[in-house]
């Protein structure tokens, strides 16, 4: 095997690894996401203020 | 001169370099018998042809801005200090940063400066550390506005609305912009066909082989290319980190829309549509972090990219209508190709290679593949070296970056576009800051 051919079976390699690589990637990213939104319902005073469309909020 | 002559003998050799790639490229490729596969091969070489003659086209439109700049004396005469700017710096939840960011805006040379800070409805300190730099004195001030939370465009539209100026400055609060920034970039403004001008952006936390690579697509990728498109005064893209606007110019096309999440390329495009001419400073600097992570790097692209796709959508009435603004069709034809087609066409083009590899032998194909846009990344980022005067090391990682980089990117971009093409729902998806400015 000469050293061209044996770049170009590297390369491939590399390359088919790299694409499944990617997807797990982005399939990831949208998994953490979607957890990270779940976790994230915490309310602001001004979203809670929005959410019940009154000028205060009385807590008990 | 010698830069120069250089430059010359570098092109000559990478045009011969890839015309003998090609060649071989395309030998294979005609032992191919199957109709199926000699007409994907044809597809691949036809795209690849396109891209490197884009590539050398902007990077030929990059010398002659260059030298066209060098030999302007209205440019390098330019002493006038009356146009006021105000510097609008819309900023979320940005308490890491904030305080870098202020300090290097102080040290702007330009003297008639208005400095605002907006912040958008922040749940953390930005508003309290932002109000502490407050000051007037003489022709420079600085004032904190805050906002109830509304997103980026509507914070920069704010910023305008009670700005001083006859000029826009809009500067993201997690970038740092050399002292001589606003000074480099008011001298587009001699020029009344120019309505706005973009700025360099460079990678601040080069810390790693991530945000390596992401310097190395700044210089090259979008530096160079806004360099290339700035000699058609047709920058497609005015940089969030880095961008002066003329505000009249502004209110014409309506300020910033908050309707798509690319609000940067939106309202670029509005003023292209106008006919309006966009420049480019290379020398004025912003540095910017950039994301650590692969997925926060994932993130960011699927934003930009969602974002750019929704803008093309918006304005899509333009694509054939070349007759009603050549230039506006021109760019976005061009920014569907860098968007959609070839991002499809490169992943694509891997697969076909790997099957072709895999069922008739050709592996040694994947090898001039990679050699073609290597080479060409390697000569991008060589010449961008050069001329920025950035780090000599980062050519090494032009090997890396075919390889690794932008497949995974292509990868995001695609499956981004499906999403946008399904109108799944998105949030802006703010990056969190490290501090590394």
Known sequence: MNILSFLAMMILIITIITLIFGIIAYFLYKAREKKRAKNKKTLTYDEALNDIGSEYIFFE | ?437
């Open chain 2, 1 to 437: 001169m010698v830069k120069n002559i250089f430059i010359i003998l570098l092109s000559i050799l990478v045009i011969l370099i890839l015309c003998f790639l090609l060649y071989s490229f395309y030998i294979y490729f005609a032992n191919i018998e199957l109709f199926v596969l000699k007409t994907g091969a044809f597809v691949i070489l036809f795209f690849t042809g396109l891209v490197i003659m884009r590539y050398m086209l902007l990077l030929f439109f990059s010398m002659l801005k260059i030298l066209i700049k060098s030999s302007d004396e209205n440019y390098e005469s330019f002493e006038n200090k009356d146009l006021r700017v105000t510097l609008i710096v819309p900023a979320y939840n940005e308490e890491v940063v904030i305080e870098k960011s202020i300090r290097s805006l102080l040290l702007q040379t330009y003297p008639n400066l208005e400095i605002l800070i907006v912040d958008d409805g922040s749940k953390d300190r930005t508003y309290p550390l932002a109000k502490k730099y407050e000051f007037t004195k003489g022709l420079r001030s600085l004032k904190a506005l805050t906002k109830k939370n509304g997103g980026k465009a509507n914070a920069i539209n704010y910023g305008i609305e009670h700005s001083t100026g006859n000029l826009i400055m809009v500067v993201d609060a997690d970038s740092k912009l050399n002292d001589d920034a606003v000074e480099l970039m008011v001298r587009y403004f001699q020029n009344p066909e120019i309505a706005a001008v973009a700025g360099s952006v460079y990678v601040s936390n080069q810390n790693n082989i991530l945000t390596k690579l992401q310097a190395l697509e700044y210089i090259e990728g979008l530096n160079m290319v806004r360099n290339g498109q700035a000699f058609l005064k047709l920058v497609n893209i005015i940089p969030g980190p880095i961008g002066m606007f003329r505000k009249d110019a502004l209110y014409e096309v309506g300020l910033y829309d908050d309707d798509t999440f690319a609000e940067d390329c939106d309202v670029t495009l509005k003023l292209i549509m106008k006919g309006y001419k966009i420049d480019f400073e290379p020398e004025a600097v912003a540095v910017t972090e950039a994301p650590e992570n692969l997925l926060d790097l994932i993130k960011q692209r699927y934003r930009w990219t969602r974002g750019i796709l929704q803008a093309i959508k918006k304005h899509s009435s333009i694509l054939w209508n070349f007759k009603k603004s050549f230039a506006a069709s021109f760019t976005l034809w061009y920014m569907l190709f860098e968007a959609v087609f070839w991002p499809f066409i490169d992943i694509w083009s891997n697969l076909y290679i790997i099957y072709i590899s895999l069922t008739h032998g050709y592996s040694i194909l994947m090898f001039y593949w990679w050699s073609i846009f290597t080479v060409l990344d390697v000569t991008g980022a060589l010449y961008c070296v050069l001329i920025t005067g950035e780090r000599l090391s980062l050519i090494i990682y032009a090997v890396y970056y075919r390889l690794f980089f932008v497949q995974i990117i292509n990868i995001a971009k695609i499956l981004s576009t499906i999403e946008e093409w399904f109108g799944i729902k998105m949030s802006w998806g703010k990056l969190e800051r490290k501090g590394n400015l």
